[in-house]
């Protein structure tokens, strides 16, 4: 057999003639050409058979490796004059536009970066993780079914934050499929007001319910966009906002101690915050002594504490409607009596969302539904921690979430 059609038959593209094989230092370069003659516009179904001028452009692509050699593709492109997009160079079957990579190349990007960290993937495929971003950023655009914004009727619209320093997405989720189906930029009104915008006025419309964290943004473009929704409260974002409640009070607990300059202090509550705040069914040995540390001092941490798990254990399930409304307002009182602040201001902004919060039990949004995705989208979202571009934190969400099945490249 003879060498090109052996490459031919290795690169397993179609469209394309080999022309010729070098090997270099640390890679392979096949020289290709395309097969068809006629130019197609890398941006619409326009397709013609004549030039723009003579030419030629020459383009480089990454394949798949063959071995422990990188693959290299180079083809000289003509250019095209599309009525609608100008002067552009022509497309190709086996890359998408303005890649650098094949489309087998990202998909196994893709595939590998909604399965495995980021050293894992940028040592093994021999790219910086930005260039991961930048892949899975283009396969997301390409998969992406319009349709998945067709019949949303109980959706949640939630903030994530992908970054340190306040860098923030909000996302959509269908919850009758359990997806994540949208994604921008920012988490206020305006964000969420892009969302309205892109599924339009009568599909904004049909939707039932929106569950909202407890914050002022999203509730007022959801009021304003589909004032026939209910508005549901997360039991999530609740004991959430629980957990945070406590977290305040240890903190002040413990400013307190080092004003006492009590050296034992830090001994003692060494793993204190990990020990308040994780489900006390899931301490390890070292939290669970600290907790029982803590509940012998008594004081305002343990009282922040039975007031955090109290508010809790009302979201478990099998509790009726009737059981949780009696749970909220006797927690309600009780926080409003603590004289922990924090509490207090819990209990008042429970209170203000009390409606919504009976209408997530009442419809059945529980913590275990949303809780599964929510736990799913935070710890994706901490492997795009390195990412640079909000884009690409969001392809990673919506690859993994999302309604995109990805596969490895042989098994398209
Ligand atoms: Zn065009």
Redesign the pocket.
């Known amino acids: 057999m003879r060498v090109s059609r052996a490459f031919s038959r290795l690169l397993c593209l179609d469209g394309i003639w080999v022309r010729e094989v070098q090997f270099f230092a640390d890679r392979v370069v096949v020289r290709v050409a395309l097969r068809r003659r006629r130019l197609h516009?890398p941006?619409?179904s326009?397709s013609t058979p004549y030039r723009h001028n003579q030419q030629p452009v020459e383009s480089v692509w990454r394949h798949l490796d063959l071995g422990i050699w990188r693959l290299e593709l180079r083809a000289r492109l003509r250019r095209l004059g599309?009525p609608?997009?100008g002067v552009?160079v022509e497309s190709v079957p086996f890359a998408r536009h303005r890649s650098g990579f094949t489309r087998d190349f990202e998909q196994l990007v893709a595939w590998l970066a909604t399965r495995t960290d980021k050293t894992t993937i940028t040592r093994l495929v021999r790219i910086d993780w930005d260039t991961v971003g930048r892949i899975i950023s283009r396969v997301c655009a390409d998969e992406l079914d319009p349709e998945r914004l067709e019949n949303l009727f109980e959706i949640g619209i939630d903030e994530v934050s992908w970054k340190r320093q306040h860098n923030y997405l909000t996302l959509v989720a269908d919850h009758i499929r359990g997806q994540i189906v949208w994604g921008t930029k920012g988490n206020d009104s305006v964000a969420a007001n892009r969302f309205f915008s892109q599924i339009g006025k009568s599909r904004s419309h049909a939707i039932e319910v929106i569950s909202l964290d407890m914050g002022p943004g999203y509730a007022k473009s959801a009021r304003e966009h589909a004032p026939q929704a209910i508005i549901a409260i997360d039991p999530f974002h609740v004991v959430a906002l629980a957990n945070r409640a406590l977290d305040d009070v240890r903190r002040a607990y413990w400013n307190k101690l080092r004003e006492l300059d009590d050296p034992d202090a830090a001994r003692r509550f060494k793993d204190a915050r990990w020990s308040l705040l994780k489900a006390p069914d899931r301490l390890n040995d070292q939290q669970s002594r600290t907790l029982r540390r803590l509940r012998a001092a008594g004081g305002e941490v343990w009282r922040g504490y039975t007031l955090k798990e109290a508010l809790r254990a009302i979201f478990k399930p099998g509790l009726t409607l009737e059981d949780v409304t009696i749970l909220i307002d006797r927690f309600i009182s009780k926080a409003l009596r603590s004289r922990l602040g924090p509490f207090i201001r819990l209990a008042k902004t429970i209170r203000r969302h009390r409606d919504g919060i009976l209408h997530a039990i009442r419809l059945g949004i529980n913590q275990g539904r949303t809780e599964a995705l929510n736990n799913k989208v935070r710890l994706i979202t901490r492997r795009a921690y390195g990412f640079h571009s909000a884009n690409a934190a969001l392809a990673l969400i919506m690859l993994t979430c999302g309604p995109i099945t990805v596969t490895p490249p042989h098994q398209q």
Request: hydrophobic share 10%.
């Open positions: 516009c941006l619409c326009y599309c609608e997009h552009r």
